[in-house]
Nanobody
Framework: QVQLVESGGGLVQPGGSLRLSCAAS????????MGWYRQAPGKQRELVAT???????NYADSVKGRFLISRDDAKNMVYLQMNSLKPEDTAVYYC??????????????WGQGTQVTVSS
């Protein structure tokens, strides 16, 4: 069974930084696209950033230049470095990963979410 566990959320003042981490564990053959999504109260879940197996990145316009996504394939981890945080970045952040299972099928997995609150 594949499991994604996020960490690194918390309360930060506007202009501050946080680094989110997500670790994939379990039995699987490979990890493909990894990403982060967020959901603010009363809003739909939205894409924040993704990174392909080749390292190609994609960012939401609202976070370009402030957030940086990276991955460590040796550790089965994806990170989100968030700088210059704004109150509108407040949301639950979810890790999302495409994983090829031991049955050779590729499935999409979500983490449990980690709260990020930007407030003075």
């Amino acid at each position: 069974q594949v499991q994604l566990v996020e960490s690194g959320g918390g309360l930060v003042q506007p202009g501050g930084s946080l680094r989110l981490s997500c670790a994939a564990s379990g039995s699987f053959l490979g990890i493909y696209t990894m990403g982060w999504y967020r959901q603010a109260p009363g809003k739909q879940r939205e894409l924040v950033a993704t990174i392909s197996i080749g390292g190609r990145t994609n960012y939401a316009d609202s976070v370009k230049g402030r957030f940086l996504i990276s991955r460590d394939d040796a550790k089965n981890m994806v990170y989100l470095q968030m700088n210059s945080l704004k109150p509108e970045d407040t949301a639950v952040y979810y890790c999302n990963v495409d994983i090829r299972g031991t049955d050779t099928r590729t499935s999409n997995y979500w983490g449990q979410g980690t709260q990020v609150t930007v407030s003075s």
